[in-house]
Structure formats: C-alpha cells, structure tokens
C-alpha cells in the first residue's frame, strides 16, 4: 500500500505549510501529493507550484470538479502539467452534487450523472491519446457542438485534435464516485477510484460495486491521519470535515455524502447532522457526528494505536493511501509504520 498526502482546498487563503509537507513527504518516500478544489482556491494552480518545488512525488487532483471546465479545458490542463513535471500528473475528477454545481457553476446538474461522466472521461481519453480529432455525439457533451444541452450553435464547429501532443497517452484518470453505480461504472472506464471515506471494517458496503476490478486499478482513499495522545479530540477535525460534508455539502433531498454515511450504517445520525446543520446550529451537527463512525474512517490516536489500524488498511483492496496529515511528525510516522 503506497502512501500520498492530500492537501486539499484551501481555506480562507493559502497554507503557508503546504509546500513545505509536500517537500517533507517527498523526502520521505511518499508516491504521490493531491490537491482538492471546492468553490474557493482551484486545484491545478497549487500542484503545479508543487510540481515546481519536487522532482519525484507524483500529482493528482483529489478532485477537479467537471462541473468547473469542459473536459477538453481539463485535458489541456492535465497534459499540460504532465508535461511540466516530466510525466508525473494523475488525473482525480468529481461530479460534485446538484448544490455546488447549479449554485456555484451556474450549470445544470445533469439528468443522467453516469452518462455525462462517462462522456466526460471519453473527451479526455480521446485528448490524450490523439489518435485524430475529437469527436462524440454526446448527449452532455457534443464534439463539434450540436446543441444537445443547451442552445443551438452556429454549426460552424470543426472537429480539432490537440497542437500538442500529450506526454502520454495513459495518463491516470482516476473517479471520485460514491453511489454504487458510480463507484461500479468507474471501475469499468477509470484507472482508479478516489473513494471519500473508506473503512476497512466495512469493505461490504462496496463489495459488490467492485467486481471485476482490473489488475492496477488504484483504490485511494483519503484519510484523516494524526498523531496525537487524546483520540477524541484528535477526532474534532474528522467530525467537523464530516459535519461540513453531510450538512452543507448538498440539498436535504439530495446529498450524496448523506447518503453514502447511511449506506455505512448510520443513515439515523446523517439525517441528525443534516436536519442541525440546516438549522444553522452548525457545532451541534460537528458534535453529533458519531465518534465511532469518523474513528473507523480515519488514523487518529497515538503511534501503537495507528499502527494496530493500518494493519486493517494494508489487509483490503486500498493500493494507495491519500493522508489529510497536518504536520510533519505525523507523515514521518505513517511512513515509518509503512514501510
């Protein structure tokens, strides 16, 4: 199991300590550094400025929302950087939900996620390879546009391949998925799955999406890692993350992560979290965020209480384990209990 840091979105502004555990994990044998975007920082910029300041960490994007570009714009990006960083770029998209994107993106959700996913890694393969000029008549994605989504064109549209020629043409694209027919379509057309919250003691909950997967297929988890005395409090930021996710992150009536937590078995306590966070009392929904459920999601605890748990981590399908670790001492130890 390959260990990588996720650093996430940024907050308020930029962390000054990004770069700095990125260089750290670099140095002590991590595989990979992913950067995240929501409706704030973007996720290309910073991992470019990573690849700017390493020579060997691969860098993935866990996720670029599809909603944010069309998928030749992410394409363009993607080779982009690869080229920039000598062939280290991974590709992690999301489809986000219908608040984000209607909301922030201005753009419909689509009708059909599976289909408008699959059209979308379909642009980017045929981007990537360049085999000739990118062509699908899509029904969320049209090349040239036909208007299937939106108004009419001019009809003027030519089909175009890339001036430049991708590094390669299997570049990682990776899915975050979280329904069981997303999660099963991505094994089908992805290179890997960045699934939100994993527990090792409940692989059944995915089981049956994840039949048929191919040898090299990526399963890389974002964890929550932390070294620390008292479990509980190191438990907080997992909670709050948790509380943000189920409560904010969507509409009562439709929320993927909700959802997902109730598939996990604590569809009562999603649906608490949600109702609290809807009525702006937003530390009450933090704090009814089961214990339980954020400690099986994550490596919190001292030194033999992680190792004791990475075990559970090492014995399942996860080939890539992306850690949310806020200093140092704490990659150096997940590293040291790795290897």
């Known amino acids: 199991m390959r260990l990588g840091l996720a650093l996430g979105y940024w907050g308020r502004g930029p962390n000054p300590g990004h770069l700095h555990l990125a260089q750290e994990a670099e140095r002590l044998g991590y595989d990979s550094v992913w950067t995240a975007e929501a409706w704030g920082s973007d996720a290309f910029t910073p991992l470019t400025w990573i690849a700017a300041h390493t020579s060997r960490i691969r860098l993935g994007t866990a996720v670029a929302q599809m909603a944010a570009r069309t998928p030749t714009a992410t394409a363009m990006q993607a080779l982009t950087l690869d080229h920039l960083s000598g062939g280290r770029m991974m590709l992690g998209l999301g489809l986000s939900g219908p608040q984000v994107v209607e909301g922030w993106y201005g753009r419909p959700f689509p009708s059909s996620p599976l289909t408008a996913t699959r059209e979308y890694v379909d642009v980017i393969r045929q981007v990537l390879r360049r085999e000739g000029p990118v062509e699908l008549a899509g029904r969320f994605h049209s090349h040239p546009y036909a208007g299937t989504d939106g108004p009419r064109g001019t009809g003027l549209g030519k089909p175009l391949k890339p001036i430049t020629h991708p590094l390669r043409a299997d570049l990682p694209v990776l899915l975050g998925a979280e329904g ?160």
Request: proline share 6%; aromatic share 8%; net charge negative.
């Open 180 to 339: 069981p027919k997303n999660v099963a379509q991505t094994v089908r057309i992805a290179d890997g799955w960045l699934p939100l919250y994993w527990s090792p003691t409940r692989t059944d909950a995915y089981q049956a999406s994840l039949d048929g997967l191919r040898e090299g297929f990526l399963i890389a988890p974002l964890v929550r890692a932390q070294v620390c005395d008292d479990v509980a409090e190191g438990l907080l930021p997992v909670k709050a993350m948790l509380g943000f996710y189920i409560g904010g992150m969507g509409h009562a009536a439709r929320n993927f992560h909700a959802d997902l937590m109730g598939r996990m078995g604590y569809e009562e306590e999603a649906r608490r979290v949600q109702e609290l966070f809807a009525a702006g009392r937003r530390q009450e929904a933090v704090l009814a965020v089961p214990d339980a459920f954020a400690d099986e999601i994550s490596l919190v605890g001292p030194r033999a209480r992680i190792a004791e748990r990475l075990d559970l981590w090492r014995k399942g399908p996860v080939t890539d384990l992306l850690a949310t670790a806020p200093d140092p001492e704490t990659l150096r130890v997940l590293a040291e209990l790795n290897s």
